[in-house]
């Protein structure tokens, strides 16, 4: 039910703007994020949609319902990139959101609900350091005081104005209209590709929690400090992240999705010679179950002291930087797109999604639920990040008979 | 037969000598640093000494002999400082070998050897990435292509003639009337304050092997990518560490110094939620006995030919940065070194040098050897550096009966 061409001739032209130093990059804020939002404005305009900005800098293109009244269906991803990467992260839902509102037009289908497309500001971590500016924003869960964030010399509140935002009246933001959100985004892993899937229905939105963990030596001579009489924080960190790799892939086997791992590691005094003397390092894990986290949790504060005894180091009590619930999908949404997955021929599994996305953010204000498509080899935020267009095409298919169920109910 | 009180005199002087707010610094080439060496230049004057710069930047205070045309007994060692630490470290030494100076002037002491006292150019890791520029430098072996070496927009040429050198006939330096040199240092290391020694006779300077290695992985995104699809580099390289560590602490138990340490640890993309993708670390490897590094760097090139296989990642085979040899201190001067402790009563013990000194270099081209004084808990290249006063006085002493006695063979 819907024209692959135009998905692809749309993913292209927004691959064209980007820096050609840096494929395929449109990080939020930037002139060329306004340059592939003035794109995604101009079809939408072409697809028949009123276009706007709202409040939180999300870009929304509107049809309106036969009948007044009775409330939206949202439907979008977002089109900001992280540095150096993402051809269709985000933009493969974005787009495909928006074939969804040109498929009615063609075929003259009228709903009785209105029908949002919409590109979420920010759904990448951003210049101010915040992810999901729009989707929380949408639905006014930004935090006082991000407003006052700084990147350069603009606050986050001065970046969403200057997007065509209106931060005076962002705090207080609010979507009562909202039925239901859908959002199709690749998988950014390797199952469906393996599993030789057209569709993931996704359950939930992992919980994601960041634990940082201070380890503290001893910053001593490396020629003339005695083997056996040093406090090396670099090994004793090295034994954490050989033991959290191990307890996570255990924890991996059991069901629900469960992942960690340490992405960010610094040493100091990161010299030659000198036996480091403090790592500091930040765990991201991911639970489809929360039961899953608090035991991991449980683990990773007995560790640090064990390891803190082992190794001679001081390991003060890891520090929970954030950490989020769980989302799961909306169980009538859920049924809704497998629905649509059998009425379009779409090879389909449920699956947990380990990645954070909007989704989890409008969930907690009205029934929300996504769909991922297949990517090669699991590779995303990389210049390799690749989709086919005819699993992209499927999936916008997908959504297109979910919204038109949706509306009927 | 030295004066303890000048000795303290001096070494506080120059720790004044110092930004406030990075506690004990005077790095090579810096504002600072000269001013040291204007007060060390007129502490020398006033001990009778003639001054002059050397065509490598080495500040030198010259006392005639009796017997001109006998030879050149040289003691000294640096006055310049690691970044944030270091109010002995080398100090000590430069000034113990002035004290020898000033002692032999009070007591009427004439030698039939020119008695020099220097103050060696940037021993430590400089702001030109090199070290032991003096101790090299006067002795020819400074190699041509270090002289365009840059640091700002100086080159280190420019950097030795603003000190009062000569770049120009650097290259060309050589002392053949050199009969023996002599360096007090502080141990920088635990052993002597362990054991109460007063005095350390170092018997080597272990040789220094630089590796580095790099590891590569996969950016993965962290929270979709299966614990068990993963190449994380950080992985990898935390096992490296772990037997970099083992390995090391077992060649230590044999005889002759061995120690190895991963002091510089880098990872990439060092991003909370990628699975990281390479990891380049650098090994700081020293032997007494160069069979031991020789059996290290075989060792090490198995290890991550397994390990590489192991953890799924790509390691290229280790490049040895450089490669130093083990130095021994001329046997003729340890044995005068020992009957000096024995003259002063300095209780004392044969050991080797974990660190690199300008000995190393001088004894190249002469007989040399160096003593060690104690330091607390062997913590040096810090603000917490501390030697006790009568400690380097009584190294001073030995050196005064060495040279007294060098000056009669
Ligand atoms: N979808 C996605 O990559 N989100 C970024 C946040 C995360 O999951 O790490
Ligand atoms: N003595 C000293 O700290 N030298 C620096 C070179 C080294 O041994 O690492």
Redesign the interface.
Known sequence: PVNADRIAEDIDALAGITDPGHPWTRRAFSPLFLEGRAYIEARMKAAGLTTRMDAAGNLIGRRAGAKPGLGTILVGSHSDTVPDGGRFDGIAGTIAALEVARSLKDRGIELDHDLEIVDFLAEEVSIFGVSCIGSRGMTGQIPEAWLTRMSGDRTLAQGIAEVGGDPSVLLAQKRPDLVGFLELHI?????LEAENKDVGIVTAI?G?T?IEITVEGR???????????RA?A??A???L??DI?SR??EQ?KTPGH??A???????EP???????SKVVL?I?G?AEIRSDMEDFLAWIDGEVKTIAADYGVTINPPVRVSDNMPTPGAPVLLETLERACDTVGAKHRRMA????HDTAWIAKVAPAAMIFVPCKE?????AEEWAENDDIAMGAAVLFEAVRDMDKN
């Open positions: 998988e950014q892993g390797p199952v992992a994601i960041r910053a001593d001579h490396a020629g003339t400090t005695p083997m056996d009489r090396d670099l090994v960190a090295s034994q992240v050989l790799r996570a892939a991996a469960f992942a791992t340490v992405g960010e590691f610094r040493i990161n010299a030659a010679n000198v036996v480091p930040l991201d991911r999604s380990g990645a954070g699991g590779r995303s935020h990389c």
